[in-house]
């Protein structure tokens, strides 16, 4: 089984596209081979995997952690669909506060990696989803920011105007608060 990158406006996401086998009992894929992922540059060493489970109109997001815990993320649905969605958080960078935008779906089994030093959102499509995401560092609340999800700056097309969000996403920093105390500048160091 092969994969195949595509790059974005974004330097560093990528969308991949995994060779699976389906047939009458169902289907069978490799998510993840670390060889081949090399092969095509992606050399990110994961270290934990998150699994979240989402109804109707919920929206994760934006979240990053800083430079004193970077994490890159993996991310691929695995039940229902999503709108996944990665916006470019580097300080300096050519394409900061543009955004990339991808479903992803339990039938299209599509990934979109999340380098370190952009913000991560995502929005359910269907009544359920499921994520799966490798990270490439652990979880650590100190480390962790969020920026609006529904910031005029960065603009993204939601799919409706009223979704289910948590205390923590309902207090996101503007994009113009983020310029202020910025966790990223390009490039990365």
Not at 70 to 88: E, F, N, S, W, Y
Not at 121 to 127: D, P, V
Request: with cysteine; aromatic share 12%; hydrophobic share 35%.
């Amino acid at each position: 089984m092969d994969i195949t990158v595509t790059p974005t406006k974004l330097e560093g996401v990528l969308i991949i596209d995994t060779d699976y086998f389906r047939d009458e009992r169902g289907f069978f894929i490799e998510a993840y081979h670390k060889q081949r992922y090399m092969e095509h540059g992606i050399t990110y060493e994961f270290v934990q995997d998150n699994h979240s489970r989402s109804g109707a109109k919920v929206l994760r997001g934006f979240h990053y952690q800083d430079m004193t815990a970077p994490m890159a993320k993996l991310v691929r649905c695995t039940v229902g669909a999503i709108l996944d969605v990665a916006v470019d958080l580097r300080v300096g960078s050519p394409t900061f506060g543009q955004y990339v935008a991808v479903e992803l779906t339990a039938d299209n089994m599509r990934q979109l990696l999340v380098p370190e030093g952009f913000g991560h959102a995502f929005a359910t499509l269907s009544q359920v989803a499921e994520v799966h995401y490798k990270c490439s560092g652990y979880y650590s609340p100190p480390s962790e920011g969020t920026v609006a999800w529904n910031d005029p700056d960065i603009g993204v097309p939601w799919p409706y105007d009223d979704p289910v969000i948590s205390a923590r996403d309902s207090q996101g920093m503007s994009l113009q608060q983020y310029l202020e105390r910025p966790a990223f500048r390009y490039p990365l160091r």
